[in-house]
């Protein structure tokens, strides 16, 4: 029996360069897909950011729901913005290519569950989950959440954060299916707010709205107050965003 108190072994001095090296050049790689989305992606503002569930099929009313709302933002002038998978960035895309505006696809290289979808104008490639992140928010006008898992709600989080520090300008953040949030919701009123994390006026980030056309509605009259494109002192802090 091997004694648990033995010093673990160390990688050799060339195996620990040959990491640190490719490590080191990795930042290109990074650096590319920054470079890449910032100039492909400032080009269809405004957007919409739609996201949700990769496993939600095409007969569920929330893959429907997902569909004509994108369809109805297109129409409207607002391209869309997905993950580029199945699912509902599946259906977010397909309402968007059928629709007036482009249809934009983020797609992430995963081991499993992300497959591209077919209803793409405009498709980039992720390796990086942080890299794609960025692009999600930088060029969007609203966010729109539709139920998922743990990766909505790191999306839904990183946005809410993001308005919160105010390291974005406000943009309205709406929760499509009501039921599916209601228990999370809950406890952001009963515990977070109850224990001090965050502010009873943090709520008000947050909408909540069932109906494709309320959505439209809801960023239309939000945006009948607020300027659509950044101000210059905005455009400042997103730069560092």
């Not at 673990?8 to 790689?29: H, V």
């Not at 990183?158 to 999370?184: C, D, H, N, Y």
């Not at 009259?221 to 802090?237: A, K, L, R, S, W």
Request: hydrophobic share 40%; charged share 25%; glycine share 8%.
């Amino acid at each position: 029996m091997s004694n648990r108190h033995e010093p673990i072994k160390k990688k050799s001095d060339t195996s620990q360069s040959t990491l640190l090296n490719r490590e080191s050049w990795k930042i290109f790689q990074i650096m590319a897909e920054f470079v890449e989305g910032y100039e492909r992606l400032f080009k269809v503002k405004p957007a919409v950011s739609i996201f949700g569930s990769a496993r939600t099929p095409e007969s569920h009313h929330y893959y429907q729901m997902a569909e004509e709302t994108a369809r109805l933002l297109s129409d409207a002038g607002f391209s869309i913005i997905s993950g580029g998978g199945p699912g509902i960035m599946e259906a977010a895309n397909k309402g968007a290519y059928a629709g007036k505006s482009p249809s934009v696809g983020l797609n992430i290289a995963l081991p499993h569950e992300q497959t591209e979808n077919d209803y793409q104008d405009v498709s980039l490639h992720f390796r990086h989950f942080f890299s794609r992140k960025v692009m999600f928010v930088k060029y969007t006008s609203a966010y729109v959440v539709l139920p998922g898992g743990f990766g909505t709600l790191d999306e839904l989080a990183e946005i809410l954060t993001l308005v919160q520090t105010g390291k974005i300008p406000r943009i309205p953040v709406i929760l499509m299916g009501a039921a599916f949030w209601s228990g999370l919701l809950e406890w952001f009123r009963t515990r977070m707010i109850d224990e001090g994390t965050i502010s009873p006026e943090d709520m008000d980030l947050i909408q909540v709205i069932d109906e494709p056309e309320e959505v439209l509605n809801a960023i239309f009259g939000y945006y009948d107050t607020h300027h659509i494109e950044p101000t210059e002192d905005e455009q400042e802090i997103i730069l560092d965003l």
